[in-house]
């Protein structure tokens, strides 16, 4: 049987944009993009949306 594992992309105060609607305020380091990408070579199938 698969694990199933979930993840959100939101700040501490609950946003998931900087204050000028940009999503670059949380962008990755190298390492953490890096680590971020080898984790999601497993993954046989993703689900997004605002509301999943």
Do not use: C, K, W, Y
């Amino acid at each position: 049987m698969g694990t199933l594992s979930f993840t959100a992309t939101v700040s501490l105060d609950g946003f998931a944009a900087g204050p000028d609607n940009d999503f670059q305020f949380g962008a990755p380091s190298e390492e953490v993009f890096r680590f971020h990408v080898e984790r999601m070579d497993a993954v046989s199938t993703e689900i997004l949306g605002r509301t999943t």
